[in-house]
């Protein structure tokens, strides 16, 4: 065959291709985005997604707060607002904390679009290409991400029932260092933990923290759901034990609204700053209309009371989730309980995989997140999420219904082929639309 | 501008299938090009309500862009054709061959287009026979490397390249996930190319060969739909005869299988320069990265303007 005389250019569809930053590598469409896709619908039991049941709220309650914020202070709440966030919300926070035991000043709160900014925001202020930041192994999957977005290694620590090892963190960080490698943060997520549900007791919380001490380190805290514990408890935060080496990172997300995108960190004096500063670079400033609906609810609004309910409706649907699990897994098939938050992290029987298993799932209309997503280095393969906050019990029960039937195919398919490996064409850790983050 | 089409078209789009996505981005660009066409033209899922709001609001014409099981296998063609609503594309007997890949196979290869060769099984059957007897005989009659995926579906899911023997068994559990069938055939070397073919009322033509060169080497679903991933050359670097080639295999594909309107055929041309049949799509990928839209374009036509050619031509078909 000769080639044709004619001289053709060849395109990419795409005019800048050749102009990308180098951190954008691995930004592709993927096979399980596209199966996310269908999950969205709602013939789907989805118990991929990590959204809040929002119907729960007070919505005419807030349709007022709204109204009248508008009506009285409009030109304040649609006008550009401070780079470190609004400074009566801030002293707001201060008593939201107060449960976890957190004593700080307003002036140590930057308020940011979601926790997410935040954390954005302090990997962008202490990280450099190539910086390490240690993690639970799993964790949530948009951290992944903005470690990634910054060109950070990350280093998984090992976690039991209690969370993340402080033997393990401490051999890791060692090894780190052993490398001539720069280890710069540790992310933990103390409380009920995304996506494996765990929690690290006091007496934990005080090894690890130690260990993050003598290391050096800071520690990055993200605490999304620590106001959410079914047993109405709520566990001391990291940093209310350690001021100066711990970055908290809260939310109204879980407690509130996740469309208002209000979060906050808690930072040292120096770090503040710098946060500061780099939101203003980011956003110019959080949105000030978000922040003083979310200001004047905590101000006219039975928050706390809100936050009770909360516990309620998932406390329910994680016992349908339990309950379900207990009876229609097949053999073999193990999952965390968690004291609260949105998720359990359920371990396949020996030979499954997860994202292999998805595309089944799907078409059994029920939808999961593969434990891949939650891995930078490939691990969780046998493993996959399952969130119980936003499905209805009856929906949960059937979504576990329909799933324990898709492990049994799986299994048979298992049984016959052997445990799969990695093919060709196959892909690697995928991270969903943040409706399912 | 305007058009002579009386009424509103719907644009059948999303659906269950693992092609969701895909589709509605299909549906949305021919939509888009049908309203700067002068058509008035609408986007609608797939759901419980459709049929009733076809009845209420009866459109002009349907065009069906699902993409997947259901929208390719002739199902909702027949669901349309009894309420007595024209639509754009192929009939649902000739979609239902068309969709089942080792019958499209089978047919086209019987009409003289070189086809791999081939062997379609259940799940079912290596259970009953055992997966390693089974799977060596199939790689000692097929040979390595192999394409293995699912009889239905399009878009490269659950489909994968294998190279060697120890890596058939996780190939064939990643078709499986995608349905109960899969497809071992033997994996041509060469040139990937999509043909398009038209035929807007003088009878079916090939449009300009558009090349695939993924960067990967295999064009899987990432390389499809990431903008940039994949490099398209139209008309494809191929000598003239061979180009015809490829149009000629097209077309025959097309009217062997007793396709309406449009349709896509891919093919890998090997170093002979002979073209093999892979596979044919009766709902065509319109999205920003497919190549149905890119040889229109080549050919110096209009998407919207070609669309609604068509929808003209599927009012007066009915």
Redesign the interface.
């Known amino acids: ?4 005389q ?1 001289i ?7 005019p ?2 050749d102009a990308y930053a180098a951190r954008t590598q691995g930004l ?4 399980v ?3 996310f ?2 999950a969205s ?1 709602p ?2 039991v989805s118990l991929a997604g990590g959204m809040p049941f929002v119907s729960a709220l007070p919505l005419d309650a807030l349709a007022d707060t709204v109204a009248r914020l508008i009506r009285d202070r409009g030109a304040v709440a649609l006008q550009y607002g401070s780079g470190q966030g609004d400074v009566t919300l801030r002293e707001q926070i201060l008593d939201v904390m107060e449960p976890v035991g957190i004593r700080a000043h307003p002036d140590d709160i930057v308020i940011t679009a979601g926790s997410q900014m935040a954390l954005d925001l302090v990997v962008r202020v202490f990280c450099d290409p190539g910086d390490v930041v240690l993690v639970e192994a799993p964790t949530y999957i948009t951290a992944l991400s903005v470690f990634s977005s910054y060109q950070c290694e990350v280093v998984h620590v090992p976690m039991d029932d209690q969370g993340m090892r402080p033997e393990a963190l401490r051999e890791a960080i060692a090894s780190v260092k052993a490398s001539g490698k720069r280890a710069k943060l540790v992310y933990t997520i103390p409380s009920f933990h995304n996506p494996a549900g765990v929690t690290q007791g006091p007496a934990r919380r005080a090894e690890v923290l130690e260990v993050v001490r003598s290391s050096g380190l800071l520690m990055l805290e993200d605490d999304p759901y620590g106001l959410l514990g079914f047993d109405d408890s709520v566990p001391r935060a990291i940093r209310a034990d350690e001021s100066e080496g711990v970055v908290y990172l809260g939310t109204f997300s879980k407690t509130i609204a996740a469309g208002l995108r209000v979060g906050w960190a808690v930072a040292p004096h120096g770090v503040r700053e710098k946060l500061v500063l780099a939101n203003e670079t980011a956003t110019l400033c959080p949105s000030n209309f978000a922040q003083l609906t979310i200001s004047e609810y905590l101000a006219t609004q039975p928050w706390f009371d809100q936050v009770k309910v909360f516990r309620d409706v998932y406390r329910e649907r994680r016992d349908a989730l339990l309950e379900s699990l207990s009876s229609l897994m097949p053999a073999g098939t193990t999952w965390t309980v968690p004291g609260g938050g949105f998720y359990s992290w359920v371990t396949l029987p020996h030979g499954l ?1 997860a994202t ?5 799932a ?2 059994a ?1 029920v939808a999961y997140v593969p434990g891949t997503g939650f891995y930078a280095d490939g691990q969780g393969r046998h493993n996959l999420r399952l969130s119980y906050c936003y499905p209805e019990p009856d929906r949960i029960r059937e979504g576990v219904r329909r799933l324990a039937g898709v492990i049994k195919d799986e299994l ?3 049984d ?3 445990s ?8 690697g850790p995928a991270a969903p639309e943040p409706n399912l983050a | 501008m305007s058009s002579n089409i009386e009424g509103h078209v719907i644009v059948l789009a999303g659906g ?7 589709s ?1 981005r299909s549906g949305r660009r021919v939509a888009d090009a049908l309203r700067v066409a002068g058509v008035e033209a609408e986007v609608r899922d797939v ?1 419980a309500s459709l049929l009733t709001a076809l009845v209420d609001h009866r459109p002009a014409c349907v065009i069906p862009l699902l993409h997947g099981a259901t929208g390719e296998d002739g199902a909702i063609r027949d669901v349309i054709g009894a309420l007595g609503i024209p639509y754009v594309g192929s009939g649902p007997s000739a979609c239902r061959a068309s969709f089942d890949k080792p019958v499209a196979s089978a047919l086209v290869g019987a009409a003289g287009v070189s086809v791999p060769p081939s062997v379609a099984l259940p ?1 079912a059957t ?2 009953e026979l055992g ?1 390693t007897a089974v799977l060596d005989a199939v790689v000692g009659r097929l040979g390595l490397p192999l394409m293995v995926k699912p009889t239905r579906g399009g ?9 060697s023997a120890a ?1 058939l ?6 078709a ?3 349905g109960d069938t899969a497809l071992i055939e033997r994996f041509i070397s060469g040139t990937e190319v999509a043909v398009s073919v038209l035929d807007d009322g003088s009878g079916p033509r090939a449009l300009p060969v558009v090349e695939i ?1 993924p960067d990967g080497g ?1 064009y ?3 390389a ?17 005869e ?2 015809a080639s490829c149009a000629e295999a097209a077309v025959s594909v097309h009217r062997v299988l007793g396709l309406s309107d449009w349709s896509r055929v891919d093919l890998i ?1 090997d ?3 002979i073209p093999w049949f892979l596979e044919v799509n009766v709902a065509p990928g319109m999205t ?2 497919s190549t149905y839209p ?1 040889a229109v374009g080549a050919a110096g036509l209009d998407l919207g303007a070609l669309t609604a050619g068509l929808v003209a031509q599927a009012i007066a078909r009915s």
């Open positions: 065959m000769e080639p044709t004619q053709t250019t060849g395109t990419r569809l795409d800048w291709i592709t469409t993927s096979q985005r596209a199966l896709a269908v619908r013939e789907v995989d292999a298993m998805l595309p089944r799907v078409a209309m048979e398919i298992a016959i082929f052997g799969p490996e990695a093919v060709a064409g196959r892909e | 269950l299938s693992p092609e969701r996505d895909v509605l759901d799940h290596f259970r997966a878009s490269s899911l659950g489909a994968s390249v294998v190279r890596a068994p996780s190939a064939m559990v990643a499986f996930a995608y060169v295999f899987d679903y990432g499809r739909y990431t903008a940039g991933a994949t490099e398209f050359f139209v008309p494809a670097r191929l000598s003239p061979v180009l041309i170093a002979a320069g920003e990265t890119q």
